[in-house]
């Protein structure tokens, strides 16, 4: 890229960090120190602002990036990530916005610790919300580095490793000096900008086809050499059987991984009641849905005026389509248009990945602090202390994921993402949709279902074709693959439940009939509601 394009880019990147830096600097000035400002910003948040803040928080750079690459590569199964994404936004709003927002305060752990023996409870669930974290983290970590890949023309390795240690350092300033109100306001004004810009791109896609998306969808397939292969299913998932199966286990991560992710379900304790919690998932499906309807003309226009083999070329993964499509759209490489519009779209990207990357921090260093570090200790830890290990935390688990992610960085970012909603949805939905409506839950169930669930789907993914086996695994000299498929929802899924159900069975503990009822009580009314 010219220098223009990095100079204007750098611009605007410094500005939106300038921006964030000081808001988190105003929020830290202003805040009192206590677990609920640090967890929740004090439950002080309107639904409309944390629908936009949820949107902001879910919007990430497996959307803007890595699912409009996907479409770009391979037309209709790209799709289906986008299906799978907003789908599940309906298991949120009708199983588990209100009632969390009843039964907890910070974390999952609190949902269903309120029923059983705390200790084991608490370490199992931060244990794996931990985990999805951090992968989740991972996914954003490889979308910056690409971003600044292509802004340096591909050139520059060092400078790819440092943005992402960069991202990682930004991510943990924002999480210990700010807490969930900082966090809150940088997604706000990072959904903003990104809805902002997919519209603007939209437009000038359907512009440049005057409107007629049947035109669009036609170009696409015969600029993708694949022809009407491109528009129908099978061209990524439907190969052979493998495939195929491939693709249920990834629309089952995606459909059931939502209610599981850390990061969302934290959000449900930012507004004062549970009714708000239902209206900021209602704004948030009508923000998420209108962005997704955008990545169908964003991803088939990318193919279809850039071309599949310049995406590939750029990225092989395809995190760059976007930016690619920006620069096109303004009039080329060597075009003012060009150069600004590129620019803008850069910046709105990494405005996507910094605000997702703290909100990730803040829901994994809640995790350590407020489950794994007070189980820990013989009596429950003060607030302040608490919150002084989530600051901390916050710092450990930034050290890892810039680490994971330099080595994951030629993965699609898309992709990555699949893996963490596989690995909640198999460890975090089954112990979450036990303890709200099964009565005879027990402990040693909770337990099991949360460890029934991350391990096997851990242990998938060490054993699968992304760690080792093929071209573009992690490891591609190595092969210990012994499990075909890329994402392992189609197994731990299933597993995790049944792990729940077993490890009730043969509990020698009576199930607690009258938390039970105090919880459903308060789940589904909010008597005694935080």
């Keep these: 890229m010219s220098g223009n394009h990095q100079t204007l880019a750098l611009l605007l990147f410094s500005a939106f960090v300038a921006v964030t830096l000081a808001i988190t600097t105003w929020v830290s000035r202003n805040r009192h120190g206590s677990a609920e400002e640090f967890y929740a910003g004090g439950r002080l948040f309107s639904p409309m602002e944390n629908g936009f803040a949820i949107s ?9 990036l890595g699912v409009t690459g996907l479409i770009a590569l391979f037309g209709y199964d790209g799709l289906l990530y986008v299906v799978g994404f907003l789908v599940a936004w309906l298991v949120v709003l009708f199983l588990v916005a209100e009632l969390v927002r009843n039964c907890g305060r910070f974390t999952l752990a609190d949902v269903v610790a309120s029923r059983m023996s705390e ?65 809150t306001w940088i997604q706000i004004v990072k959904a903003v900008l990104l809805m902002g810009g997919a519209i603007a791109l939209t437009v000038l896609v359907l512009v440049r086809f005057h409107g007629d998306f049947n035109q669009l969808l036609r170009s696409a397939a015969d600029r993708s050499g694949h022809g009407d292969a491109f528009l129908a299913p099978g061209l990524r998932y439907g190969g052979d059987w493998t495939a195929r199966f491939d693709f249920i286990s990834l629309g089952l991560a995606l459909v059931l991984g939502t209610a599981g992710l850390p990061h969302i379900l934290s959000r449900f304790y930012t507004v004062p009641t549970a009714r708000a919690a239902r209206r900021s998932v209602v704004w948030a499906i009508g923000l998420i849905g ?19 083999e310049a995406v590939r070329g750029s990225n092989a993964a395809g995190n760059t389509a976007v930016p690619l499509l920006a620069l096109d759209l303004g009039g080329g490489a060597n075009s003012t248009g060009g150069t600004v519009l590129f620019a803008i779209v850069a910046a709105i990207a990494f405005a996507t990945i910094l605000a997702v990357v703290a909100g990730i921090t803040l829901a994994s260093s809640a995790s350590v602090a407020h489950d794994l570090y007070a189980s820990m200790r013989r009596r429950r830890a003060k607030p302040r202390s608490e919150v002084a290990v989530a600051r ?27 893996l963490a909603f596989a690995v909640a949805a198999s460890a975090n939905l089954p112990v979450l949709l036990y303890s709200l409506f099964w009565r005879g839950f027990t402990t040693r169930g909770a337990v099991w279902a949360v460890y029934g669930g991350l391990v096997p789907a851990l242990v998938l993914v060490l054993l699968s074709p992304v760690v080792s086996g093929s071209p573009e695994s992690l490891f591609p000299s190595a092969d210990f693959q012994y499990f075909p498929l890329q994402n392992p929802g189609l197994v731990s899924i299933p597993l995790g439940f049944l792990a729940g159900w077993l490890g009730t069975v043969t509990s020698a503990e009576p199930p607690d009939e009258a938390k039970h009822a105090e919880t459903e009580v308060r789940s589904l009314t909010g008597a005694g509601a935080v």
Excluded: K
Excluded at 56 to 64: C, K, T, V, W
Excluded at 143 to 169: C, D, F, P, Q, Y
Excluded at 393 to 412: E, K, M, S
């Design 392 to 418: 901390t935390a916050a710092v450990g688990i930034g050290v890892v994921a810039i680490a994971l992610g330099l080595l994951a960085r030629d993965l699609n970012v898309a992709f990555l993402v699949g």
């Design 56 to 64: 902001g928080d879910y919007m990430s750079a497996a959307s803007f």
């Design 119 to 183: 200790r084991p409870v608490r370490i199992a669930a931060g244990t794996s919300s931990v985990t999805v974290s951090v992968l989740y983290l991972v996914a954003q970590m490889v979308g910056a580095g690409s971003l600044v890949a292509l802004l340096l023309g591909g050139t520059s390795e060092a400078a790819r490793n440092w943005t992402v240690i960069g991202v990682g350092a930004l991510m943990v300033i924002y999480v210990s000096m700010g807490g969930m109100r900082a966090t």
């Design 290 to 308: 209108s962005f997704y309807l955008m990545t169908f003309v964003l991803g088939f226009g990318a193919a279809a005026i850039v071309g599949p």
